[in-house]
DNA sequence: GTCTATATGGCGATAGAC
DNA sequence: GTCTATCGCCATATAGAC
């Protein structure tokens, strides 16, 4: 495989474990077997093979729920798609939703900017018309947020979650996840 | 004032904004207007620093929430009062709410279990016990992550949410969110 | 309890051979 | 495109005076 390639894929994983300043150039380069020096070749420095790390692993993302935008349901069949494939989407891939909390956390401007308009917009924008659709009452934006908040925390109290009582295994299942989520969102506590 | 407390002030605000590896003890004895030797004589490490620092942000938080439980209304009448105590407290320690997101990414197993035991299980349980009343068909555990989920998620999207479409000043005023959040839990989508 | 001075090591990054 | 060797810096942590 491309190095390159190789190179961004394991960053990845390593940044969204240990975050920039716990991950050092040493380490991922033993982790892809490769020397220090070679990395330096396909990224002139640290925070740019970061900033690719990072702008790599979004846009693998990008297009992942234009199959539920364009289905033939009903507003309320596509939010319930919708919380469906978001849920199996951020379980399916921990890394993606680490490294996402961790540029929350770094929340540089610009890079928010960028992240905005190229990733999430488009799919925010639908979530907010089909809310819309379904509750005008509402406010779609607090509402569209209201969504993802539901499926993300799940994702990011897991460790503590085990510790607490009335656990179960079965709270990790993504579906048995996303069916309690569309229950609460359409019928309430 | 007491150095100690005075340092472990000032490192509960920096790891917060910059993590483990984001702060040097030079910086933080700087901040402290201390010599880094100084910062010795009251820990052994950087690393018991960065636990003490932990554990006093989070005791301090400890018992905020039991005039909520010990109130004379309705069960939906404290979880309003909880969801708005709650908002309240988040927004205004932002700092302990990041020094959360970043032990939540760190997921020791011991710190978790210590965590849990010693700052959560009590309100969490107590949580459950209203959500039991409230709706006796959900999974009291998944629902009072769920309200949680609602409103910290709001916080760590901010500096997203602000590159997004129709954000308004209104989404970061904790009241206006819990009035928000009691709408969607209570009536649904 | 705080300081100055310093030991020791890992870091990002570069030079130059192959 | 990858290597070995290394520079210069800043990190954690310690020694010992005051």
């Given at each position: 495989m491309n190095s390159k390639r190789k190179i961004l894929l394991?960053?990845?994983?390593l940044f969204a474990q240990q975050g920039f300043d716990g991950v050092s150039i040493r380490s991922l380069a033993k982790a892809v077997n490769l020397s220090p020096a070679a990395l330096y070749h396909h990224f002139p420095d640290k925070k740019t093979?970061?900033?690719?790390t990072v702008q790599?692993?979004?846009?693998?993302q990008e297009h992942v729920f234009s199959k539920v935008w364009c289905s033939e349901g009903t507003a309320r069949q596509k939010l319930i798609e919708f919380i469906e494939c978001f849920t199996e989407l951020m379980f399916a891939d921990p890394a993606f939703h680490r490294l996402m909390q961790r540029e929350l956390l770094i929340a540089d401007n610009e890079r928010m900017q960028l992240l905005a308009e190229d990733v999430f917009k488009e799919q925010f924008v639908e979530l907010?018309?089909?809310i819309r659709q379904l509750a005008p009452r509402l406010d779609a934006h607090l509402a569209a947020v209201s969504v993802l908040g539901l499926v993300c925390q799940q994702l990011e109290m897991q460790p503590l979650l085990k510790c607490l009582p009335d656990w179960r295994l079965q709270h990790e299942q993504p579906q048995s996840l996303a069916k309690h989520i569309n229950d609460i969102l359409l019928n309430g506590i």
């Open positions: 394991q960053a990845k994983v093979l970061y900033l690719e790599c692993a979004f846009a693998e907010m018309n089909i």
